[in-house]
C-alpha cells in the first residue's frame, strides 16, 4: 500500500483525536507555571507578577520554532514531530520542578520550542486527510484542544499541588505528556510514510512563496496580540474598573473561555458553508473591534451587561484560530502545508508575545484598561482588513 492509502487507512477521526489531545496537553504544559504560580513563586524568589515574562519567553520561542517546523517535520515526519513536542514539553515542565531560577529560562524556552510545533505536525497530518469541504472545521475542532488544555490545568493541577505539592503535580503533568507520546507509537508508520522536503530551500519557506500567505499571517498576529492580552489583563481589568471581585472575574474568564471554544466550531461551520475562511476572518475582526469599541461605555454597568459583552469579546477575539490554520493549508503549496502552517502561525506567535505588554503600557498611558482595549479595536480592524484581501 503506497503512502497516502497509508495514512487514510489510519482515519481522519484518529488523527483528530490524536492532534488534539496532543494540543491539549502542549497547551497545558504551557499554562501549568501560571496556574500554579501562587505556590511556586516563592521558591524561585520572585513575585507572581513576574510569570508575565515567562510567559512571553514561551510564546516568542514558539514563534521561532514555528518558523523552523519545516526542516523538522521534512526530518521527523508529523508524528514524531508530535512526540518530539510531547517529550521536550515534558522535559520542559520536569526542569521548572527543580525550583531553580538559573533552570527557569531553559525549561520555558523548550516550552516554547515544543508548542510551537504542534500546529504545523497537525496540519501537515490533517491537511492530507481533512475533506475541503469539511478543512475549516476540521482544524476548529483541533483547536479545541487549546482551551481544553488551560481547562485541564486550571482542573487537575491545583487539587494535585494540595497533595503533592506544586512541584509533585509538574511532574505528575510531565509523565503524561510523555506517555502520551509513548501511546502514539504505532500510528508511526503510516502517517510518517510521506514527509515534506528535509532541507535545503524547500526547509526554508517565506511567507511570499504563496499569494495571500502574508496577508494571513497578519490578521493572526493582530488577531492573537488582541487574544492573548485580554487573557493577561482581563481579570485586573474587571477588579480596577468595573469593581469585581477576583473570584467573580475570574469566573467570567471562564465563561468566555467556553464561549470562545464552542465560538471556534460556529465560525469554522460558517466558513465551511460559505466555502470563503477569508470572508469569516473578516467579520470575526470587525465584530471584535465593535465589541472592544463598547468596553469604555461598560463600568458601572449591570452585571449581566458586562457578562453579555465578554460573552461576545470571547466568542470573537477567540474563535478564530481554527478558521485561520485551515486557511494557512489551503493557501499552501502543494505539500507544503506543514510549512506554510508553521510560517504563518510564527508570525502569529509574535503578535502574542507583543500583546501583554502594548496592551500594560496603553492602559497607562490612556489611563485604563478599556481605552486601551477600546484602542486595540483598530488592531481587530487591520486583521479583518488583510484577511478581506484574501477573497
Known amino acids: 500500500m503506497h503512502a497516502p492509502s497509508r495514512i487514510r487507512a489510519a482515519g481522519l477521526?484518529?488523527?483528530?483525536?490524536?492532534t488534539g489531545t496532543a494540543q491539549a496537553l502542549a497547551t497545558l504544559a504551557v499554562f501549568a507555571l501560571p496556574v500554579l504560580v501562587t505556590q511556586a513563586a516563592a521558591a524561585y524568589g520572585l513575585p507572581t507578577s513576574a510569570i508575565g515574562h515567562q510567559v512571553g519567553l514561551v510564546y516568542l520561542l514558539a514563534a521561532l520554532s514555528s518558523l523552523g517546523a519545516a526542516r523538522v517535520l521534512g526530518a521527523l515526519g508529523p508524528l514524531r514531530a508530535t512526540q518530539a513536542a510531547l517529550v521536550a514539553a515534558a522535559a520542559g515542565l520536569a526542569a521548572l520542578a527543580a525550583g531553580a531560577l538559573w533552570l527557569a529560562v531553559p525549561a520555558s524556552a523548550l516550552l516554547g520550542a515544543a508548542?510551537?510545533?504542534?500546529?504545523?505536525a497537525a496540519a501537515q497530518l490533517l491537511g492530507r486527510l481533512a475533506p475541503a469541504g469539511r478543512r475549516n472545521l476540521v482544524f476548529a475542532v483541533k483547536q479545541m484542544g487549546v482551551p481544553l488544555g488551560v481547562a485541564l490545568g486550571g482542573l487537575i493541577l491545583?487539587?494535585?499541588?494540595?497533595?503533592l505539592g506544586w512541584q509533585g503535580a509538574m511532574l505528575a503533568a510531565a509523565l503524561l505528556l510523555a506517555l502520551f507520546?509513548?501511546?502514539?507509537?504505532?500510528?508511526?508508520?503510516g502517517w510518517d510514510a510521506a514527509r515534506e522536503a528535509a532541507s535545503g530551500p524547500a526547509a526554508r519557506f517565506r511567507l511570499r512563496e504563496s499569494p495571500g500567505l502574508s496577508a494571513l499571517a497578519l490578521t493572526?498576529?493582530?488577531f492573537a496580540?488582541?487574544?492573548?492580552?485580554?487573557a493577561a489583563h482581563m481579570v485586573a481589568m474587571l477588579v480596577a474598573e468595573?469593581?469585581?471581585?477576583?473570584?467573580?472575574?475570574?469566573?467570567?474568564?471562564?465563561?468566555?473561555?467556553?464561549?470562545?471554544?464552542?465560538?471556534?466550531?460556529?465560525?469554522?461551520l460558517l466558513?465551511?458553508?460559505w466555502g470563503s475562511g477569508a470572508r469569516v476572518l473578516a467579520l470575526i475582526g470587525l465584530l471584535s473591534a465593535l465589541a472592544l469599541l463598547l468596553l469604555p461605555l461598560l463600568p458601572g454597568a449591570e452585571g449581566w451587561a458586562v457578562a453579555l459583552l465578554f460573552a461576545a469579546i470571547g466568542a470573537t477575539t477567540a474563535g478564530w484560530n481554527g478558521v485561520l490554520i485551515a486557511e494557512s493549508v489551503r493557501l499552501a503549496p502543494p505539500g507544503r502545508a506543514g510549512a506554510a502552517s508553521g510560517a504563518v502561525l510564527s508570525l502569529t506567535f509574535a503578535g502574542a508575545v507583543l500583546g501583554p505588554p502594548v496592551l500594560a503600557l496603553a492602559s497607562g498611558a490612556l489611563g485604563g484598561y478599556t481605552a486601551a482595549f477600546a484602542l486595540s479595536a483598530l488592531v481587530c480592524l487591520g486583521g479583518a482588513w488583510a484577511a478581506w484581501r484574501l477573497r
Open 181 to 189: 507520546a509513548l501511546l502514539l507509537q504505532p500510528l508511526r508508520a
Open 242 to 268: 468595573f469593581g469585581w471581585s477576583p473570584v467573580a472575574a475570574g469566573a467570567l474568564v471562564g465563561l468566555c473561555q467556553t464561549v470562545g471554544a464552542l465560538a471556534r466550531l460556529l465560525w469554522a
Open 271 to 273: 466558513a465551511d458553508r
Open 115 to 120: 508548542y510551537g510545533l504542534t500546529n504545523p
Open 158 to 163: 491545583p487539587p494535585l499541588a494540595q497533595t
Open 225 to 230: 496580540l488582541v487574544q492573548i492580552a485580554l
Open 13 to 18: 477521526g484518529l488523527a483528530l483525536a490524536a
Open 220 to 222: 493572526g498576529a493582530g
